[in-house]
């Protein structure tokens, strides 16, 4: 279950207890790969089919259908056909994966419900009390912020708040606006495939690296590597890659310390014409959503 600390707005500082161990949210699940594989972090999340000496992590159990046995903590099997299906194929959808999700209450599960912001909320519903609820086809909602803003504030409203939400795929510009909506966990994912594709981050851009001048990052990679390291090695991009997720969740969370959450947000919606829109729609639209979590002066 997560402990909620402090809010800043729907934000949410807090401690999720997984395996014993106590880890600090908001935050990112690192996705293991080969090229991440001895990178240390607070938490993983993993295939079921691969073995892994890691703690604590998360399974994530795939596809409906495949048979993965259900055994370490994890996120269920869903059903899902993807973002942009017919209405029937998508509360099929949600359907089967609620089924499968009633045989085991322990553990996570999928949100599923395509672009339908009323069924994704009646699958959160059915759900509410789950430690860890998924949001399906995050790195798709990402691109159609109207979609993504409906669908996660619906979700986080209709679900217990001691739920741990996870919205996978996720760009790092959009960190701080889906911590502003209450979204606890994101994932390596993006950085990772930015890194396949020879993409260096930084908080706020993607560059591609083979045209870089200079590396304006002061991590372990950067100090020790010069650009062409850098592209003739993918642990070390990735390395990099992740090293700047890190830095923006300890950014989330230490701003949400001192008060200076918003601020963060606003800043950062500035370098991305998504985040932006996401902000703006929350301004404009989620009034409520917003004002419910905003302590009234005394
Ligand atoms: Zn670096």
């Known amino acids: 279950m997560l402990e909620i600390l402090a809010h800043s707005g729907p934000a ?20 293991i790969t080969s090229s991440t594989s001895r990178l240390k972090h607070e938490v993983y999340i993993t295939p079921y089919w691969m073995r892994t000496s890691k703690a604590p992590v998360v399974v994530h159990y795939g596809t409906l259908g495949v048979g993965a046995k259900i055994r370490r ?22 359907e089967k994966t609620l089924a499968l999700a009633e045989q085991f209450p322990e553990h996570g599960a999928i949100i599923e419900g395509g672009k339908y912001p009323e069924l ?4 959160a519903r059915k759900l509410a ?7 399906a086809n995050g790195a798709k909602l990402c691109q159609r912020p109207r979609l993504l803003v409906e669908v996660v504030t619906r979700v986080r409203e209709a679900v217990s708040p001691n739920t741990v939400l996870y919205l996978p795929g996720a760009p790092l510009a959009l960190f701080p606006v889906l911590a502003y909506m209450g979204v606890d966990l994101l994932d390596a994912s993006y950085a990772i495939s930015s890194a396949l594709r020879g993409f260096y981050l930084t908080p706020y851009e993607s560059y591609p690296l083979d045209r870089m001048k200079e590396l304006p990052c002061t991590c372990e990679v950067c100090i020790a590597n010069d650009k062409e390291r850098l592209q003739n090695s993918l642990p ?5 890659n992740i090293a700047m997720l890190r830095g923006v969740m300890a950014d989330i969370r230490e701003s949400m310390r001192t008060g200076k959450f918003i601020k963060l947000v606003e800043m950062s919606a500035n370098a991305s014409t998504q985040a932006k829109a996401a902000l703006r729609i929350l301004y404009r639209e989620k009034y409520e959503f917003l004002e419910k979590y905003t302590p009234m002066a005394p």
């Open 12 to 31: 949410r500082l807090g401690v999720w207890h997984l395996e014993d161990k106590k880890i600090p949210t908001p935050n990112f699940l690192l996705n």
């Open 73 to 94: 903590f994890g996120i269920l099997p869903s059903a899902g056909f993807g973002l942009d299906i017919h209405r029937e194929l998508a509360e099929l959808g949600v």
């Open 120 to 123: 994704r909320e009646r699958a």
């Open 129 to 135: 009390s789950r430690r860890l609820l998924c949001i």
């Open 236 to 240: 070390l991009l990735v390395k990099h």
